[in-house]
């Protein structure tokens, strides 16, 4: 029997949130789903370099842990888990969330959905036609073949929806769509078609709204004096009708707000063209979306509008695009700017004369105009400056001998040079972005259910 509403929460909006947000999502209840997003671009690519290293690795561990906390709670009170925390190995994301049941001796089925991960196939894809030419530059993929570190398209959220028709305690992805771990309930329970255009744009922008966690609920909102006990933050909630519209909320005695202005901000984070959002499902017209006040920390979200979706996926390629290094310097005292600027100036020009050659170089003075370059205001003379200088390029030889001329100024630079941060700075690999399209036929997902 179909519900008439289902309650979803979204407890991590990336990896490295807060460890403790899901866990008390899960005490407080009042929940039917928890979701959890860990994934970003240079995510996949450090994933991917950890499972070359060990087969066994590649995916957040963060998430396992996290079960052990939440696993017996959720089975007692029905809390379905949803997370893409599987990267690029969501087999071993789900063996060790099953070690973790055992040991705890809870019953678990637990379904992983594969097939987003595309790199074993990329010499095929090619051979077979696909360009995979990058959506910036329209470079063939063939350019940079040898330097590629991850490559996985946003599959579409029925993939989800079918583990969780499985009766799937726990549902593991690799690379889905963000707002797909909120949408994919709302298929699931309200029985959704591939061609409901609008109320899958509606389960879309309800992820979009809670993807990023705290952000919805008074995280980063540009009041920020107003915020209530941000300290207590509450995640947030949607509550999910089968229309397609939502209320947005956190659960009662929690810090933070809920507001229009505050869904409106995290509506337009990562946009692009507000008439055509394309997402995996189905592509929506943000214009169309209407918030009202339906309460203290309770937004209304409704008239959402949606078309066919496109028929290619996204695909989200990592490579090798040369080395990095930054470091940074303290200097206080008398014209502590004008001896900064001095330091960067002895810097590069020593540089210069041992031939080191870069594609781009930084300099930064943090606190004067690291953040908003020449439209800074004038700064007067402080008392104490931070200088951060970095550089970057194809050779890694002249990236270390960069990261060896920051030290000497200690001694042999202007007076005050009083702080030396992290050490030498090292040559770091710069994993670059590269997206493209895929015709949707050429990806076929699996979907694989265990019990402990």
Known sequence: ?????????????????????PVALVERGGIDYLTL?????VTMSIMQRQKRKDPRAGYATDFVDLMKRVLRPCKEKGIRVIANAGGVNPSACRERVLEAARALGVRVKIATVEGDDILPRLDELIGAGEALASMDTGRPLSDVKDKVLS?????????????????????????CTDPGLTLAPMIHEFGWKADDWDRLAAGTVAG???????????????????????????????????SGEFIVTKQPGTGGLVNVAAVTEQILYEMGDPSRYISADCVIDFRTIRL??????????????????????????????????????????????????RCAEIVWKRLEKTGARFDETSTEYLGIDSCHGPIAPAAEDPGEVVLRLGAKGKDQAAIERFGKEL????????PGVTGFAGGR??????????????PKSRIETRVRVEES
């Not at 997003?37 to 671009?41: G, H, K, Q, T």
């Not at 000497?408 to 202007?414: E, F, Q, R």
């Not at 700075?425 to 670059?432: F, L, Y």
Request: with cysteine.
């Open 37 to 41: 997003d860990y994934l970003a671009e």
């Open 407 to 414: 030290a000497p100024l200690v001694t042999a630079g202007p």
């Open 1 to 21: 029997m179909a519900r008439n509403l289902v309650r979803i929460a979204n407890g991590q909006g990336f990896w490295g949130d807060s460890v403790d947000a």
């Open 151 to 175: 490559a996985n398209a946003y599959i579409a959220t029925f993939a989800l929806a079918e583990a969780l028709d499985t009766g799937a305690d726990v549902v593991i992805t690799g690379r």
């Open 292 to 341: 009202e006040d339906a309460g203290p920390d309770r937004v209304r979200v409704f008239g959402i509008e949606g078309s066919p979706a496109t028929d290619t996926y996204k695909v989200s390629i990592s490579w090798l695009n040369g080395y990095k290094a930054s470091g940074q310097l303290t200097i206080s005292g008398p014209f502590a700017l004008a001896k900064a600027r």
């Open 425 to 438: 700075p090292k040559p770091q690999e710069i994993v670059a972005y590269w997206p493209a399209l895929i």
């Open 208 to 242: 979009h709204i809670i993807e990023c966690g705290a952000q919805t609920t008074g995280g980063n909102y540009t009041r920020w004096w107003e915020v209530p006990a941000l300290e207590l933050g509450g995640y947030p909630v949607v509550e999910a009708a089968p």
